[in-house]
């Protein structure tokens, strides 16, 4: 076989190889640190903001409509929505361990490629911080002069008095956020993986 018909063959000879991962347009950088970081100051600052509050802290509410939605301070030694109480420390590893993994995923490995997902997981990375930095117990709270790792929740739902959601924050608002544009984008629009592979 002569060395043109080999190169024909084989498109990548000659010590070429074709890369494995699409390049990642620098835009991406932004499109995920930006909902990242915005998203991570309006938790801590608003958390902040409600226990600051020396009417809030003995369990009362303000009401916004009464008897459906206020403002409640609680702290969740749990995961989102109060599951799991009392794994804190294992919630906080597996936080450090998927906001260390995103930035890799998207960046090192290609999925920045995808707008809606990098902006996405921008935003769940801003509720993996905002309550990964509660449960290393950086916000300072204290129950009867001890530090206690736990989220700081405050948003509170309710149905007239028969169905209450468990209390949340503006971390867990963006985790649902991202994790439902995540899952909408694999269910409505699969053909974007399709190309991102093939690219």
């Not at 206020?70 to 929505?81: I, K, T, V």
Request: hydrophobic share 50%; glycine share 10%; charged share 15%.
């Amino acid at each position: 076989m002569s060395n043109e018909a080999g190169k024909a063959a084989n498109p990548y000879a000659g010590g070429h190889t074709k890369s494995a991962t699409a390049p990642v347009p620098k835009s991406r950088i932004a499109l995920f640190v930006v909902p990242a970081v915005l998203g991570l100051v309006a938790d801590l600052v608003s958390k902040w903001w409600m226990f600051s509050q020396a009417e809030l802290r003995n369990g009362n509410i303000w009401w916004v409509i009464s008897d459906y939605a206020g403002f409640q301070l609680s702290l969740n030694e749990g995961a989102l929505f109060g599951m799991g109480q009392g794994y804190v420390w294992v919630f906080a590893a597996f936080g450090i361990l998927a906001a260390v993994a995103l930035p890799i995923w998207l960046f090192r490995f290609g999925a920045a490629s995808d707008a809606l997902l990098t902006f996405a997981l921008g935003c769940v990375m801003a509720g993996i911080l905002g309550n990964l930095y509660d449960r290393l117990g950086l916000h300072g709270e204290q129950i009867h002069g001890e530090s206690i790792k736990a989220v700081r929740d405050w948003i509170l739902l309710q149905w007239g008095a028969e169905y209450r959601w468990p209390n949340f924050n503006i971390a867990d608002t963006l985790l649902v956020v991202g994790a439902a544009i995540v899952f909408y984008r694999s269910l409505f629009m699969p053909d974007k993986d399709a190309k991102t592979q093939t690219s």
